[in-house]
């Protein structure tokens, strides 16, 4: 029991892009324009970031490429993206969290995200024997990845050479974590907002949500000058 007491509440790490016309969810264009596509990306932030601000958490920290606005709600703390690929980015948001406390990352693609799929695995009584956390995302890919103990050198043992945005970047990912002989405990999975269709799906699933409201938003106007 006073193990569990004593240890240190998570840190959550956010990898985003500032939601700019031209530079955020390109592949939603068409049928969307570029501001559409903005716009969809900054209310899928907001929701994200809005939900992870329901999980308890030691720090919360957004790892952003670009500059921060109004968007942004308080209890966060922005840490420029490192440079590279998108691998070389992730081990800069690891290297960003404190070393002695559990570091859970995700990215804005997924609105739908509640907070009880965080806290409940994240919970101190829950994290015995457990050394990474991984959600898995319906295109291969993944949309979650935690390490107990962070640092640079594990992030970089774990991510660096990983292939991005492939149907193959989640398996790879799965080997790693076991060749480095890490226990991990898998999180649901979960879809990322890449596509048209995919937004559709995700609105569906979160009907509540800002991203929603954006989309349906968006839909009823391709409806009306259709």
Same mark, same amino acid.
């Given at each position: 029991?006073?193990?569990?007491?004593?240890?240190?509440?998570?840190?959550?790490?956010?990898?985003?892009?500032?939601?700019?016309?031209?530079?955020?969810?390109?592949?939603? #264009?068409?049928?969307?324009?570029?501001?559409? @596509?903005? /716009?969809?990306? &900054?209310? +899928? *932030? =907001?929701?994200? %970031?809005?939900?992870?601000?329901?999980?308890?958490?030691?720090?919360?920290?957004?790892?952003?490429?670009?500059?921060?606005?109004?968007?942004?709600?308080?209890?966060?703390?922005?840490?420029?993206?490192?440079?590279?690929?998108?691998?070389?980015?992730?081990?800069?948001?690891?290297?960003?969290?404190?070393?002695?406390?559990?570091?859970?990352?995700?990215?804005?693609?997924?609105?739908?995200?509640?907070?009880?799929?965080?806290?409940?695995?994240?919970?101190?009584?829950?994290?015995?024997?457990?050394?990474?956390?991984?959600?898995?995302? #319906?295109?291969?890919?993944?949309?979650?990845? @935690?390490? /107990?103990?962070? &640092?640079? +050198? *594990? =992030?970089?043992? %774990?991510?660096?050479?990983?292939?991005?945005?492939?149907?193959?970047?989640?398996?790879?990912?799965?080997?790693?974590?076991?060749?480095?002989?890490?226990?991990?405990?898998?999180?649901?999975?979960?879809?990322?907002?890449?596509?048209?269709?995919?937004?559709?799906?995700?609105?569906?699933?979160?009907?509540?949500?800002?991203?929603?409201?954006?989309?349906?938003?968006?839909?009823?106007?391709?409806?009306?000058?259709?």
């Amino acid at each position: 029991m006073r193990a569990v007491l004593a240890a240190p509440p998570p840190t959550l790490l956010v990898l985003a892009k500032a939601p700019v016309p031209g530079r955020v969810k390109t592949r939603l #264009t068409p049928p969307y324009s570029p501001e559409q @596509g903005a /716009a969809l990306a &900054g209310a +899928a *932030l =907001a929701d994200t %970031l809005a939900e992870l601000g329901r999980v308890p958490a030691g720090r919360r920290l957004l790892v952003l490429d670009g500059e921060p606005g109004d968007w942004l709600p308080p209890g966060w703390q922005v840490v420029p993206q490192g440079s590279g690929g998108l691998d070389q980015r992730l081990v800069a948001a690891f290297a960003a969290a404190p070393p002695d406390a559990p570091a859970l990352l995700v990215g804005m693609d997924t609105p739908q995200l509640r907070a009880e799929v965080l806290a409940a695995p994240l919970a101190a009584a829950a994290r015995g024997g457990v050394d990474a956390w991984y959600g898995p995302a #319906t295109d291969g890919g993944f949309w979650a990845l @935690g390490l /107990a103990r962070p &640092g640079r +050198a *594990l =992030a970089e043992r %774990l991510l660096l050479g990983v292939p991005m945005s492939t149907d193959r970047t989640g398996a790879v990912l799965l080997e790693r974590l076991s060749a480095a002989g890490l226990t991990v405990r898998h999180l649901p999975r979960l879809t990322d907002v890449d596509t048209a269709a995919s937004a559709a799906e995700v609105a569906a699933l979160a009907p509540d949500g800002r991203f929603a409201a954006c989309w349906r938003e968006f839909r009823t106007a391709r409806q009306v000058t259709g």
